[in-house]
């Protein structure tokens, strides 16, 4: 099973909506996904259909240790995505998660092994914000893919990123790699998104994924009906960008 | 002097770009305006044109009492407009903030204190998801401007978020007041955000500010510049609308 964590600490770049429409075009190409909603906001959950964790559920049980993570996962309304939702107590565990001892980021990597017999692909929504939640998920991760706006504020907020990956890598993850940058909301007819493009292209080269997602009110629509864009918009452009990306990630991944 | 902190979890909501756009405003109009930049992201500090802190200075030294509040202040262009920048240190002392104690919900409010001589007006900018940081504002503050963009998720959120506020309210500031919410980076022409609108305009009434900021290109480009929308296209929609959500707020602040 390879991991897939969806990170930026910058807010509203696209994480979870690219989470979602990734999990569900690789479910809809055949392979078993479950996505893990690691966001107390629990939008991932919301945008797949799926009723909030309560007590001693989703992927709050996951840190508590309190339940096993095969019977913690939710089916949905496709066959082959699975979610491990997220709930309102996982912000109790995020204040508490870094006071937990020496292994604390490494809790969640245990705690998923058990998922690793029932899916090909496991992939994590990440909170905004450097949240011990993020740390943990690019701890249990293969791979990250960094979603970013082609704005001011995510240029400059890249590089300090890329060094806290680079920082995870050497203390808790070897294996932790930069899977691809994911350009999301982009407006192809500004000046701004065309110039940080460009930049992007410069210093991350191959690695940023050569589709861009655009900026299309079909995406911001589709979780108010509970359905991935795949679904709800199937022929659209949002949908066949995400299709596109995830062909491209799995390639990647592989 | 009041304190108005911009505050939502939910990421890339317009909390920076509006209180750097509201504080230089307010600046304007002639009063004595300081923001403190509370995300170690340090956007608004950089949006100003304004140095990273380092170590031992910017918001981060409010934290640990190692500097008075007036010493770390920096002057802008704007003459009445003064900033207490963020630096990556913050991030340290958010991970740590919550093991401080009984009383570390209210380390800020007291450091804040010196501030009262000199400012008419403090403007906080906050983190996204429910950060220490944002915790310490909310009890420092006079009243809390929430941000949004008219979607899904926003709007999923508020009630959530609305009930923090009175929790934090009952327990830490009961002064705290609601002073608005503002539509940011709104696109008029979509059904999605004008239903979004109806939805607010029917719960929260006369609290949602009348003028939504339009979603636009000045915006995202003003902060490449180090200049608040105010000075970099002084007579743009972007500015007239934050000029006039500067003036409602102020009246509501009184
Ligand atoms: N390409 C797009 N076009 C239009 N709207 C979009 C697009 N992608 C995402 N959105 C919308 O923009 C908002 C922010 O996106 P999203 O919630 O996926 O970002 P995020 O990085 O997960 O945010 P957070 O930092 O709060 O977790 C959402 O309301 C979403 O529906
Ligand atoms: N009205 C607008 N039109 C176009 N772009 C905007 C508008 N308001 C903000 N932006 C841009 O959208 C991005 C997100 O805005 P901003 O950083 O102010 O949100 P935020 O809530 O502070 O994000 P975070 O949760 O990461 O702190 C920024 O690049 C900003 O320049
Ligand atoms: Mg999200
Ligand atoms: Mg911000």
């Not at 949240?131 to 907020?157: M, R």
């Not at 940023?208 to 359905?227: D, M, N, Q, W």
């Amino acid at each position: 099973m390879k991991t897939i964590a969806f990170a930026n600490r910058k807010g509203g770049t696209g994480k979870t909506t690219s989470a979602v429409s990734i999990a569900a075009a690789i479910a809809e190409s055949g392979k078993k996904v479950v996505l893990v909603d690691l966001d107390p906001q629990a939008n991932a959950t919301a945008a797949l259909g799926i009723e909030r964790a309560g007590r001693g559920d989703g992927s709050q049980a996951l840190f508590a240790g309190s339940a096993s993570s095969r019977s913690l996962s939710r089916r949905t309304m496709l066959e082959k995505l699975a979610v491990i939702p997220a709930g309102s107590d996982l912000a109790v565990i995020e204040y508490g998660l870094a006071a937990n001892g020496k292994k604390w980021q490494s809790i969640l990597r245990k705690r998923m092994k058990g998922l690793a017999k029932e899916y090909d692909i496991a992939v994590i929504d990440c909170p905004p914000s450097i949240s011990p939640l993020s740390v943990n998920a690019l701890v249990a991760a293969s791979g990250v893919v960094v979603t970013l706006q082609c704005d001011y504020f995510s240029l400059e907020g890249l590089a300090e990123f890329a060094a806290n990956i680079e920082r995870l890598r050497s203390a808790h993850n070897s294996q932790l790699a930069l899977f691809g940058l994911l350009k999301t909301m982009y407006d192809a007819r500004t000046l701004l998104s065309r110039q940080v493009a460009e930049q992007l292209a410069r210093h991350f080269g191959s690695k940023v994924f050569k589709t861009p997602i655009p900026r299309t009110v079909r995406l911001a629509e589709a979780p108010s009906h509970g359905l991935p864009i795949t679904l709800y918009a199937p022929t659209s452009p949002a949908a066949t960008a995400y299709r596109e990306v995830a062909t491209e990630l799995l390639r990647r991944v592989a």
